[in-house]
């Protein structure tokens, strides 16, 4: 993705997939004049719900989350990838609406998806206090149809055994006025033989509206089904020509996963279609970088459907005619002498807040309080950003002495609390300062003493951590030059398809996010402990 301001004409033409890279799923796209925004799933990351920001279609800059603090999502104990699925943003009334769900659970046939709609005036906020709308199921989103009213999508969920959990779209119409849900929801569209249908959103074009749902599941079966009718009621005819969208039976296609998409007229005219899309490493295999948003380019057929070229995922595609509009280069690293953290900046269960992250007490560092151990849902202490390349390294400079072996400060390679590396500064028995390396592999940890460095005599310690495509290193210093530890890890086990497990047919775990790096600090016995991070920097290699 360009971004700087060479060969602007010639990069402003083709749109690069993927467009968002790293652990960006379910895109929500939305034009407002001029201005185009994605809105992403987060699951159990603060800021819940990224936000990027486009002139082209082309160039793209993140912007802060949306549900930055607890007053509008809790996401104290969320279960791994539960929490935020896809957030569905619209512009209606001169306001933003947001709708997202906060799904508590997804074992035993139970989501528990509650969904929320906040507003405001403009993209930066404020925004207004959530309201509770139904739990009937989750990818909530909103139509806002030309008379005025406005209407609230969603799948609807069916628990009984022996039913399809997946009951269908509904739609139910909603109150702005009163804030709230009235009449009776409506089953408008039971899908397609492919099935598990969700993610729906409605468009009004030409006289029709058209039903735009995932379908297939979010892994290799995954696709966009379109369906039309000349009432927003229904019924709906699914396109006789398939799939609008998917990689499903293309093994050889380097973005797979294809699907979950959202529509977006350009000022010109012209359609596009952003949608979520896999990169694994391997011929199906393991998608280390979590799923992300891609975008394609849609015509229109003469019997009026909304058509992607082949109805598969190009790598490139034509840019709509618009000015190029590239944003400056974003630093690689990070010194810390901002009041708050950058957009790229994740925290994991918690907002970012003074109370365990501190920007102030000491200039130009990060001072991160320790949290609970590595399994622990109420208050984790890690501030960690996305993996967006196969191969890539994060550095920084750490200063912490741990009081006791229950203190622990470094950089891990992560992705849930059951699959993640973790190299770090403790306390060993006999007093001494020591980097350790620690692997979690499906909840079974193992250390590695072979890596083990006395570092008692260092103030000031250089940490890293490699990317080197399934390859997982890490590095530090003292000083001087780097050192790389003596262990070899496997980097696929930060992986959907890796976390995902299931016992007799029931989902026992699930993965939905993707590879993070980052900063993590425990203090175990809550006895205020702290460490100091003096710069963060992390390449694309």
Known sequence: MPTDTTDVATSARVITNPVL??????????????????????????????????????????????????????????????????????????????????????????????????????????????????????????????????????????????????????????????????????????????????????????????????????????????????????????????????????????????????????????????????????PLGRCVLGRETAIQRVDWSADGWPRVAGQVPAEQVPAPDLPAHPWPAEPSTDHFDAATLGPRWSTLRRPAGPDWTDLTSRPSHLRIVGGQSPVGRQRPSLVARRVTAPNCVFETLVEFRAATHRQLAGVTGYYNTENWHYAYLTRTDDGRQELQLLSCDSGRRQSHPQASVDVTDVARLGLQVVFDGPVLRFGYHRGDHWRELPVELDATILSDEYAARMTDGEPEAWGFTGAFVGLWVQDIGNDGGYADFDHATYREL
Not at 164 to 190: C, K, M, S
Request: charged fraction near 20%; hydrophobic fraction near 35%.
């Open 21 to 282: 890279r790293g652990f960006y799923p379910d895109p929500s796209v939305l034009r407002v004049g001029d201005d185009y925004y994605l809105a992403t799933s987060t699951f159990e990351w603060y800021p819940g719900v990224t936000l990027h920001h486009s002139r082209d279609l082309v160039h793209w800059r993140p912007l802060d989350g949306i549900l930055t603090e607890r007053r509008l999502l809790d996401l104290t104990g969320a279960g791994d990838s539960c929490g935020v699925w896809a957030p569905d943003l619209t512009y209606a009334h001169g306001l933003f609406h947001l709708v997202y769900s906060d799904v508590a659970s997804f074992a035993s046939g139970y989501w528990d998806p509650q969904n929320y709609l906040i507003t405001a005036p403009s993209i930066d906020g404020p925004w207004s206090d959530p309201v509770p709308l139904h739990a009937h199921g989750f990818d909530a989103s909103l139509f806002h149809d030309d008379d005025g009213s406005t209407w609230l999508l969603a799948m609807t969920a069916d628990w009984r055994p022996g039913h399809d959990r997946f009951g269908g779209i509904e739609i139910q119409r909603y109150d702005r006025d009163a804030r709230r849900l009235v009449g009776d929801p409506v089953t408008i569209f039971t899908g397609t033989p492919t099935g598990l249908t969700e993610g729906p959103h409605i468009y009004r074009h030409d006289g029709w509206y058209y039903l735009v749902t995932a379908e297939g599941g979010t892994s290799w079966e995954h696709q966009v089904t379109v369906a039309r009718s000349r009432a927003l009621l229904g019924p709906y005819e699914a396109d006789p020509a398939g799939p609008m969208l998917t990689s499903a039976g293309r093994p050889e296609l380097t973005l797979q996963k294809a699907g979950h998409g959202s529509l977006v007229r350009t000022q010109r005219g012209e359609w596009y279609l952003a949608h979520l899309v896999g990169r694994p490493y391997t």
